[in-house]
């Protein structure tokens, strides 16, 4: 008798969430999370990615960024003193 290795399906409660959709920082640019005409050069956004201002994903050497996880730091942590 031929015995096979088989697996059971995964059923919805064993199911793996999916992950965040992740990108690059010129989608994050583009992602519509800053007003238009008014986005962050990419030296800035490197620069916030460097100091730890904004969440970021690194895979090997490659940085990847969570738009809804950034947009939400934005709005409650990433406060900019007014001038005067």
């Given at each position: 008798m031929n015995?096979?290795?088989?697996t059971?399906?995964a059923?919805?409660?064993?199911?793996i969430p999916?992950r965040p959709?992740?990108?690059?920082i010129n989608?994050?640019?583009?992602?519509g999370?800053?007003?238009?005409?008014?986005?962050p050069?990419v030296?800035?956004l490197?620069e916030?990615?460097?100091?730890?201002?904004?969440?970021?994903?690194?895979?090997?050497?490659?940085?990847?960024?969570?738009l809804?996880?950034?947009?939400a730091?934005?709005?409650?942590?990433?406060?900019?003193?007014?001038?005067?």
């Amino acid at each position: 008798m031929n015995a096979m290795n088989t697996t059971t399906p995964a059923t919805p409660s064993q199911a793996i969430p999916p992950r965040p959709a992740l990108t690059d920082i010129n989608g994050l640019r583009l992602g519509g999370i800053f007003p238009t005409g008014r986005e962050p050069s990419v030296r800035t956004l490197r620069e916030w990615t460097r100091t730890r201002r904004i969440p970021h994903h690194r895979i090997g050497h490659f940085v990847y960024y969570d738009l809804a996880e950034v947009s939400a730091h934005i709005r409650t942590k990433l406060l900019v003193p007014a001038r005067g």
